[in-house]
């Protein structure tokens, strides 16, 4: 039997036994082998970013929506937004994947697995991940997710799995969002909010990972966006299933705000912490206003919640490790800082981790 050493993920010291069928190996009583398997937790080794060139402010979109800057920036905090005109989501995305890869010092070659995080871009297959990966000469395997705004967090669980399986070591996040591409731009309760951006990390085995819980409610309307179908011979009617995001912005901001804090409050009790032990609350950035009553409730200081939404809008997944690329290379962030990630989305899905830097 192979017995691997126990590791800690927090101050607790954590045994996780399997049972797999005996297949030679010593059995117990039931005839199966029991393994004592060791957890391996990530460490982000690496951050990058990129923007599109062309900045929108709300002035700029005051042009041709009944809105002002006024109005956008007091329920919103978003003055301007970064948009895709002639660049594309594939350039911004192996932009900040050859980011993250220069700033954690790995080589394309190093990379195990790449797992990127997208809605919408240029093809419905191959996936952007397997485009991402040939630009940037890496030979792994690819996976795409749509976990919508979560997606950050639910990559890094995913990243953590392949891990703990043994499948990959050294793993390459990528959240490239176009949503300027499926939005309604008639519609001035939904298009003011958003902004494109790609950001990644890179992911090494570490001891950094506390914990991570992903979860999602039914509650697939609040944002919804259909897409188009081709026509078949056997089903000639409904084919066009195509709308533009739709959004009940009422409903999104109670469920974020009600949702996320109860995700901190509950994963910093399983942890055993108190708010004070986070240096910093890394919050999906969907509005300034969710962000602040979230920060309300747990009773925080400002200084805590880092924001980008400012400049660049909710940039869907690529919203947090954007932010934390702008801390990592901001100087921002020290061997230790604590931090929390509380993301929320389309499904609806959430994701909540505590990492250390
Ligand atoms: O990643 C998650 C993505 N989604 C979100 O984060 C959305 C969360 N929700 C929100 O951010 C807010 O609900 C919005 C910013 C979308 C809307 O703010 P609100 O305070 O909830 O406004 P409302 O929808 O209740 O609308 C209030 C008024 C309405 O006018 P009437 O009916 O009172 O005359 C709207 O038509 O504001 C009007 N309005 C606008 N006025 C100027 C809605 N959008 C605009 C606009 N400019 N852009």
Known sequence: M???????RHSQPITHFYHIPKQGLTPCGCGFVLLHIKYTTMKIIGTGSSHPERKVTNHDLAQFLDTSDEWIATRTGIRERRILTKDNITDLAVEAAIDALNNSQKEPG??????????????????LSAIIQSKIGTHCPCLDINTACTGFVYALQLAESLQVAGMAKNILIICAEEVSKMVDWTDRASCILFGDAAAAAVVAPGDNLIKIKTDCIDCGDVIISGSRHEKTPFDTEGNDKYFPLAMNGREVYKHAVTIATYKI?????ECGMAHSDITYY??????LRISEAIRTHIGEDESKFPSNIESFGNMSSAGIPCLLDDLNKGGKLKEGDRLLLCAF?????????IIDW
Do not use: M, R, W
């Open 2 to 8: 192979q017995v691997f050493a126990t590791k800690s």
């Open 110 to 127: 190093q990379i195990d697995y790449i797992i990127c995080s997208n809605i919408i871009n240029d093809y419905l297959t191959p996936g």
């Open 265 to 269: 409050e509950s994963i910093l009790k």
């Open 282 to 287: 890394l919050l999906h950035q969907a509005n």
């Open 345 to 353: 989305g389309a499904g609806f899905t959430t994701g909540t981790c």
